[in-house]
């Protein structure tokens, strides 16, 4: 199972940024995707989450300027961020697992991605 991430980058307070997570040797819709983010010097943090029927999750730190999708057809999960603040700065790692695990509970993931980092500046 390979995850990878893109679309990060660096943008200003209020812009916006779509990471992508393309998942290959995983069935997407068997399972639980979801989006993790590391701040330096910080613990990792759940950030939104997707079930297996399409609920989605988020950390209330992001909802509702977060939206989390999937694309079955593309083996791909987004993540759209908008009115992003510089306290979202920090790297977005991408997880999954065909079992349960939730945005507190990020050690039952057992696939993750290498990360793409997110930059926003005042």
């Known amino acids: 199972v390979q995850l990878v991430e893109s679309g990060g980058g660096s943008v200003q307070v209020g812009g916006s940024l779509r990471l992508s997570c393309a998942a290959s040797g995983y069935t997407f819709n068997n399972g639980f995707m979801a989006w993790f983010r590391r701040a330096a010097g910080k613990e990792r943090e759940g950030v939104a989450r997707i079930d297996r029927d399409g609920i989605a999750t988020y950390a209330d730190s992001v909802t509702g300027r977060f939206t989390i999708s999937e694309d079955n057809a593309k083996n791909t999960v987004y993540l759209q961020m908008n009115s992003l603040k510089p306290e979202d700065t920090a790297m977005y790692y991408c997880?999954?697992?065909?079992?349960?695990?939730?945005?507190?509970?990020?050690?039952?993931?057992?696939?993750w991605g290498q990360g793409t980092q997110v930059t926003v500046s005042p």
């Open positions: 997880a999954a697992d065909p079992l349960y695990f939730s945005l507190t509970t990020p050690s039952l993931a057992t696939y």
